[in-house]
C-alpha cells in the first residue's frame, strides 16, 4: 500500500519544540513535493509549508515562518517538520502530503498522498 507514515507528536509544554518526520511506505518521494498541514479542533485544515525535491520552500502561512521549518533528507527519503516555540494555539492534528512533479503546488491542490495525521498538543 502506497502511503506516508508519520511519526513524532504528542504532548509538549507551551515553548517547547517537536519535530515531526514524514517517511513514504512503498515508493520514494524523488522529484515530490511534500508539504505540511494543520487541522486545529473545530476548524480546517490549513498548509503550513511545503518543500520541493531540491529543498526550495513555499509558505502557505506567515505567522508560523519563523517558528516552523521543513525540511528533507532525501538521502533517507524523509521530510521534517520542526516546530519551536510551541503556543497552545498550535495544538492539532498535523498531517504531511505529497505531489510529484518537483514545484510546491498551490495549497489547495490536489495532493496524491497523504500521512495518516499526528496529534500535537501544547500544553503545560
Known amino acids: 500500500q502506497l502511503q506516508l507514515v508519520q511519526s513524532g507528536g504528542g504532548l509538549v509544554q507551551p515553548g517547547g519544540s517537536m519535530k515531526l518526520s514524514c517517511k513514504p511506505s512503498?515508493?520514494?518521494?524523488?522529484?515530490?513535493?511534500v508539504a505540511w498541514f494543520r487541522q486545529a479542533p473545530g476548524k480546517e485544515r490549513v498548509g503550513i509549508q511545503c518543500?520541493?525535491?531540491?529543498?526550495?520552500?513555499?509558505y502557505y502561512t506567515e505567522p508560523e515562518k519563523v517558528r516552523f521549518t521543513v525540511s528533507r533528507d532525501n538521502k533517507v527519503n524523509t521530510v521534517y517538520l520542526l516546530m519551536n516555540n510551541l503556543k497552545p494555539e498550535d495544538t492539532a492534528v498535523y498531517y504531511c502530503?505529497?505531489?510529484?512533479?518537483?514545484?510546491?503546488?498551490?495549497?489547495?491542490?490536489?495532493?496524491?498522498?497523504w500521512g495518516q495525521g499526528t496529534q500535537v498538543t501544547v500544553s503545560s
Open positions: 512503498g515508493f520514494t518521494l524523488e522529484n515530490s513535493a
Open positions: 502530503a505529497a505531489v510529484s512533479g518537483g514545484n510546491c503546488p498551490v495549497e489547495d491542490a490536489i495532493w496524491s498522498y
Open positions: 518543500i520541493e525535491w531540491a529543498h526550495n520552500a513555499r
